[in-house]
């Protein structure tokens, strides 16, 4: 497969995903497609990090529980850079402090021996990685990977706008907008299957703007349908 063939692929499965799931099996579509074996979306800085990734949970919630993400050299990478990266084994360099040691001989532990980053800056000093990684190396793998790299920096910006526009828990706080209290209304009687004519009778709302508001408060929180608003709405506190 061609690195445009790659991309295309990538941009046709995120375009049309709507669920962490869907963003997660093309990612892990395209760590395939170039050789590694898993895929990490890692956002950090100003709060809680945030991550979807196809690492073993075990992994994922010993680096998080451990505060990894604060002494990750990785991390630190991205901060002060905006290309795309290798580390580990692909890299041939070992951290020098005591804490990276730890983490990169706790990761090579479950198998996590190297990586390409492509590291993104946000809004308040966040930053976002989209890595992927494999548990050995090659030539072979070096080499395609070298070649396929601007490939992957175009693919991990299309994930990382995609993510921010439609998964709430990656939304700026700003995206997260509440529901007024005429949307709420509009919204719960939609997810619950009622017409228009049926909640504007209920709610002593004129016709259109009942059939209006479900369609505004999907918008806002990035759903596809009033069920699904309802259920990213619950998420962020959008509704009661």
């Given at each position: 497969m061609t690195g445009k063939d790659v991309v295309q692929e990538?941009?046709?499965?995120?375009?049309?995903?709507?669920?962490?799931?869907?963003?997660?099996?093309?990612?892990?579509?395209?760590?395939?497609?170039?050789?590694?074996?898993?895929?990490?979306?890692?956002s950090v800085g100003g709060g809680k990090p945030v991550v979807i990734s196809t690492y073993p949970a075990i992994w994922s919630d010993h680096y998080l529980n451990n505060g990894y993400d604060q002494v990750d050299p990785v991390v630190a990478a991205s901060r002060?850079?905006?290309?795309?990266?290798?580390?580990?084994a692909l890299d041939g360099a070992r951290p020098s402090d005591a804490a990276g040691i730890r983490l990169f001989?706790?990761?090579?532990?479950?198998?996590?021996?190297?990586?390409?980053?492509?590291?993104?800056?946000?809004?308040?000093?966040?930053?976002?990685?989209?890595?992927l990684s494999t548990d050995e190396i090659s030539p072979a793998l070096l080499r395609r990977a070298e070649?396929?790299?601007?490939?992957?920096?175009?693919?991990?910006?299309?994930?990382?706008?995609?993510?921010?526009?439609?998964?709430?828990?990656f939304m700026p706080e700003h995206?997260?907008?509440?529901?007024?209290?005429?949307?709420?209304?509009?919204?719960?009687?939609?997810?619950?299957?009622?017409?228009?004519?049926?909640?504007?009778?209920?709610?002593?709302?004129?016709?259109?703007?009942v059939h209006h508001h479900p369609e505004e408060a999907k918008r806002r929180p990035g759903a596809q349908s009033p069920?699904?608003?309802?259920?990213?709405?619950?998420?962020?506190?959008m509704t009661p």
């Open positions: 990538f941009m046709d499965a995120v375009h049309t995903a709507s669920e962490e799931v869907a963003f997660a099996g093309a990612a892990s579509r395209l760590s395939d497609a170039v050789g590694f074996r898993w895929f990490t979306y890692l002060r850079q905006t290309i795309p990266f290798f580390w580990g001989d706790d990761a090579a532990s479950f198998g996590i021996v190297s990586g390409l980053t492509v590291p993104f800056r946000g809004p308040k000093g966040r930053t976002a990685l989209f890595t070649e396929l790299k601007t490939y992957v920096q175009v693919c991990g910006l299309h994930l990382h706008n995609q993510l921010a526009a439609r998964v709430t828990r995206r997260k907008r509440t529901l007024t209290p005429r949307q709420r209304a509009c919204l719960l009687a939609a997810a619950e299957g009622r017409s228009a004519k049926q909640a504007a009778r209920t709610l002593d709302l004129p016709p259109r703007p069920p699904h608003a309802v259920a990213l709405a619950a998420r962020c506190s």
